[in-house]
């Protein structure tokens, strides 16, 4: 599993770093919060490189990327995504975005709507009463210690350099400290297909996606039998449902290709 092309462009002010596997239909990827190209989206390469064109994008302040010191918001990372790929010359795509991720696609295709061929927004939400309870109240309490391990190692083996892991971990929770519910326009608005993903144990309640379900014409909905994003990676603990990655990067390969 080796990219064909890798570096930096040089994006609303930062440099993003970006790496592209296969050929085909390109697909763009967007990692989560504290997080990075491979450590969420390694298992879906391994299974989707022969098969789409796909665009793995390291977000401002995450991975190999360069940090701004403003805020984070998931409109700026749609933004940046949306620019990033004119400096490819990719004109259009599909994207999918996993966890803060997911939000920043839902985003690209209200901003960006000319760009998007199809969407995937897999353990994403729109409004704070998604999250399982006392999700915020924790976030409020958040220390650089409560941080994952795995994250912290993940970034610093990217990226070493601690003070620039520590201004992730400060932006990641500033900004879900202070999220602001979304108006339903932002999902209303989306026209192109969509299919929404989540685990019945994730972090956001699964009623919550099933709203986001209701709110995009046509769109598809799968709930599966896993919390955050064991349905496509491994869990925190290392453990690898290869079963049920399987049987998700099915069902979204069929969902691309009709």
Known sequence: MNPVEKGYK???GIQLYYEIYGAGKPLVLIHGGGSSILYDFKEIIMRFENKFQLIGIDLQN??????????????????DVAALLAELQIDKASFWGFSNGGNTVMQIAYR?????????????????????????ESMQEATFESMPEVFKINFLELNPDFTKLENLFDKDSKRMQTFRDWDDEVLISIQSPTLFI????DVMKPEHTVAMWRLVEGARLMILPA???????ADFDGSLDTNLIDF??????????H
């Open 198 to 201: 989540t685990g019945d144990k």
């Open 248 to 257: 998700t990067s099915a069902e979204v390969e069929r969902f691309l290709n």
């Open 62 to 79: 995450h991975g190999r990327s360069e940090h701004r010191d403003i805020p984070e918001t998931f409109e700026q990372d749609a933004d």
């Open 227 to 233: 919390g955050h994003g064991a349905y496509m990676m």
């Open 112 to 136: 960006h709507p000319a760009i998007v061929e199809k969407l995937i927004v897999s353990s994403a939400f729109y409004k704070r009463d998604g999250m399982m309870d006392g999700f915020f």
């Open 10 to 12: 040089q994006v609303n």
